[in-house]
């Protein structure tokens, strides 16, 4: 188990990094504006092939990885380069939610759950076209949900419960798609799906 704070020299320099996987530890203080450093994250990707060379001599490697999201486990053998990937739930992680998060353009698994992360979520979180599950449950958020997630179109998997939005549910477009339990344990939140009339 890690504990102590996420130290902006480490992760500065990972420019090539297509998972942090920092889940289930004693992690501390605020997640880093550095992270949108990870130059590796802020592209959208098409699938490539890449060899590994030392001295002029060519390696063969199995790739292989593990990503939970979504409840399920996930294996990944083949196109490791299309998983990008940013895991810190289930640690004591706080601050508002880092805006400079919607410039990794390439992200496809976000799970910040199980903080105590406050603030909003920004209306640029529609940019991260590439999103295919997201996850903020049991944080401190509050404020409106952005209508602009209607836009994720590749998003299959959303969990919102357990903060604190308020207003009308955005059931429009995309987000039409997801049933109560992606929205429960928001007190003053309603709309559908939800059976909590406006």
Same mark, same amino acid.
């Given at each position: ?8 020299s480490?992760?500065s320099n990972?420019s090539?990094?297509?998972?942090l ?10 997640i880093?504006?550095?992270l ?8 959208d ?5 890449y ?17 939970i999201?979504? &409840?399920? $486990? ?5 196109? #490791? +380069?299309?998983v990008?990937?940013?895991d /810190? !739930?289930? @640690? %004591?992680l ?13 992200l496809v ?19 991260l ?13 509050? &404020?409106? $949900?952005?209508p602009?997630?209607?836009? #994720? +179109?590749?998003?299959?998997y959303l969990n /919102? !419960?357990? @903060? %604190?939005?308020s ?5 429009i477009g995309?987000?039409?798609t997801f049933t109560?339990s ?15 009339k406006c």
């Open positions: 188990m890690f504990s102590g704070r996420l130290l902006p480490l992760l990972l090539s990094l297509h998972v996987d920092l889940a289930q530890n004693n992690m501390t203080g605020e880093l504006v550095t949108v450093e990870l130059k590796a994250m802020t592209q990707r098409d699938m490539a092939i060899s590994l060379y030392e001295n002029g001599s060519s390696y063969k490697y199995e790739e292989r990885l593990i990503v999201t979504k &409840g399920l $486990i996930l294996e990944y053998t083949r196109a #490791l +380069s299309l990008v990937s940013i /810190l !739930s289930d @640690n %004591n706080s601050g508002e939610f880092p805006k400079g998060m919607t410039k990794l353009f390439g698994f976000l799970n910040l759950s199980m903080n105590h992360i406050t603030g909003q979520i920004p209306e640029s979180i529609s940019k076209r590439q999103l295919s599950s997201l996850d903020l449950s049991s944080n401190n958020l509050f &404020g409106s $949900i952005p602009s997630m209607s836009s #994720l +179109s590749f998003l299959g /919102l !419960s357990n @903060n %604190n939005f207003g009308k549910i955005p059931f995309h987000m039409s109560y992606a929205f429960t344990r928001n007190p003053n939140l309603c709309g559908a799906p939800l059976l909590i």
